[in-house]
Protein backbone atom coordinates (compact mmCIF):
# COMPACT_ATOMS: atom_id res chain seq x y z
CA UNK A 1 0.00 0.00 0.00
CA UNK A 2 1.14 3.42 -0.99
CA UNK A 3 -0.30 6.17 0.49
CA UNK A 4 2.00 8.65 -1.23
CA UNK A 5 0.46 12.04 -1.94
CA UNK A 6 1.62 15.02 -4.24
CA UNK A 7 1.27 18.75 -3.05
CA UNK A 8 -1.28 19.85 -5.19
CA UNK A 9 -4.86 21.53 -3.42
CA UNK A 10 -2.85 22.81 -0.21
CA UNK A 11 -3.89 26.51 0.72
CA UNK A 12 -2.10 28.68 3.55
CA UNK A 13 -3.22 32.01 4.70
CA UNK A 14 -1.43 34.78 6.43
CA UNK A 15 -3.51 36.72 8.92
CA UNK A 16 -7.16 35.34 7.49
CA UNK A 17 -5.96 36.46 3.85
CA UNK A 18 -5.71 33.28 2.05
CA UNK A 19 -2.38 33.59 -0.26
CA UNK A 20 -3.43 32.13 -3.76
CA UNK A 21 -1.74 30.35 -6.53
CA UNK A 22 1.08 28.69 -4.71
CA UNK A 23 4.34 27.15 -6.85
CA UNK A 24 6.15 26.19 -4.26
CA UNK A 25 6.22 25.90 -0.01
CA UNK A 26 9.26 25.15 1.98
CA UNK A 27 7.71 24.25 5.62
CA UNK A 28 9.38 25.20 8.87
CA UNK A 29 11.49 22.71 10.38
CA UNK A 30 10.77 21.82 14.50
CA UNK A 31 14.19 21.89 16.06
CA UNK A 32 15.56 20.92 19.52
CA UNK A 33 18.32 22.06 20.91
CA UNK A 34 20.95 19.53 22.32
CA UNK A 35 23.18 20.88 25.62
CA UNK A 36 26.40 19.42 26.11
CA UNK A 37 27.02 19.33 29.94
CA UNK A 38 30.68 18.94 31.34
CA UNK A 39 31.19 18.77 35.36
CA UNK A 40 34.69 19.04 37.07
CA UNK A 41 33.79 16.46 39.20
CA UNK A 42 32.86 13.52 36.43
CA UNK A 43 34.81 10.91 37.78
CA UNK A 44 34.67 8.79 34.06
CA UNK A 45 35.46 12.38 32.20
CA UNK A 46 32.18 11.69 30.25
CA UNK A 47 30.10 14.72 29.92
CA UNK A 48 26.04 13.94 29.36
CA UNK A 49 23.16 15.97 27.42
CA UNK A 50 20.10 17.53 28.35
CA UNK A 51 17.58 18.94 25.62
CA UNK A 52 17.21 22.80 25.59
CA UNK A 53 15.42 24.88 23.86
CA UNK A 54 12.75 23.94 20.90
CA UNK A 55 12.40 25.99 17.86
CA UNK A 56 10.84 26.15 14.17
CA UNK A 57 13.10 27.51 11.71
CA UNK A 58 11.34 29.65 8.51
CA UNK A 59 8.67 29.04 6.01
CA UNK A 60 9.68 29.72 2.27
CA UNK A 61 6.86 30.46 -0.37
CA UNK A 62 6.70 31.18 -4.09
CA UNK A 63 3.62 32.51 -5.15
CA UNK A 64 2.50 33.66 -9.06
CA UNK A 65 2.94 37.22 -8.87
CA UNK A 66 -0.14 39.29 -8.72
CA UNK A 67 -0.09 43.12 -7.88
CA UNK A 68 -2.59 42.42 -5.14
CA UNK A 69 -0.81 39.52 -3.22
CA UNK A 70 2.23 41.18 -4.16
CA UNK A 71 0.62 44.57 -1.72
CA UNK A 72 -0.64 42.17 0.73
CA UNK A 73 2.52 40.44 2.20
CA UNK A 74 4.05 43.94 1.60
CA UNK A 75 1.55 45.42 3.94
CA UNK A 76 2.00 42.75 6.03
CA UNK A 77 5.59 42.71 6.47
CA UNK A 78 4.98 46.75 7.06
CA UNK A 79 2.98 46.09 9.41
CA UNK A 80 5.96 44.32 11.49
CA UNK A 81 4.12 42.11 13.60
CA UNK A 82 3.38 38.31 14.00
CA UNK A 83 -0.22 37.09 12.86
CA UNK A 84 -1.78 33.90 12.59
CA UNK A 85 -0.95 31.59 9.76
CA UNK A 86 -2.30 28.32 8.36
CA UNK A 87 -1.28 25.77 6.24
CA UNK A 88 -3.62 23.32 5.27
CA UNK A 89 -2.55 20.12 3.49
CA UNK A 90 -4.89 18.35 0.43
CA UNK A 91 -6.89 16.23 2.56
CA UNK A 92 -8.24 19.43 4.03
CA UNK A 93 -7.55 17.80 7.85
CA UNK A 94 -3.96 17.78 8.28
CA UNK A 95 -3.11 21.46 9.02
CA UNK A 96 0.26 23.03 10.78
CA UNK A 97 -0.54 26.81 12.42
CA UNK A 98 1.83 29.21 13.78
CA UNK A 99 2.13 33.02 14.76
CA UNK A 100 4.28 33.94 11.56
CA UNK A 101 5.87 37.71 10.60
CA UNK A 102 6.86 38.56 6.78
CA UNK A 103 10.22 39.00 6.70
CA UNK A 104 11.79 38.71 3.42
CA UNK A 105 9.92 39.36 -0.05
CA UNK A 106 11.14 39.91 -3.30
CA UNK A 107 9.96 39.69 -6.84
CA UNK A 108 11.35 37.16 -10.06
CA UNK A 109 11.11 38.40 -13.13
CA UNK A 110 12.24 35.52 -15.92
CA UNK A 111 11.78 36.54 -19.54
CA UNK A 112 10.32 33.23 -20.63
CA UNK A 113 8.06 32.39 -17.77
CA UNK A 114 5.49 33.73 -15.37
CA UNK A 115 6.67 36.41 -12.84
CA UNK A 116 6.58 34.93 -8.96
CA UNK A 117 6.55 36.48 -5.45
CA UNK A 118 8.82 34.78 -3.23
CA UNK A 119 8.66 35.57 0.52
CA UNK A 120 9.65 33.86 4.26
CA UNK A 121 7.62 33.89 7.38
CA UNK A 122 9.41 33.79 10.39
CA UNK A 123 8.14 31.83 13.19
CA UNK A 124 7.49 32.72 16.84
CA UNK A 125 6.05 29.96 19.30
CA UNK A 126 5.08 26.94 18.63
CA UNK A 127 4.00 25.60 15.46
CA UNK A 128 1.02 22.87 15.70
Known sequence: MNDAAIGKGYTFSI???VIGEVLECKP???TQEVIKVQTNDATDLHGYKI???RDVTDWELKTVWYQTQYATLKTKMDAGA???CVFTR???TNTSTFSGAVV???D???LDKYMAIEFKLA???AQS
Open 51 to 53: LGW
Open 28 to 30: GKR
Open 123 to 125: VSG
Open 108 to 110: EVP
Open 104 to 106: EIG
Open 90 to 92: PDA
Open 82 to 84: FVA
Open 15 to 17: GGT
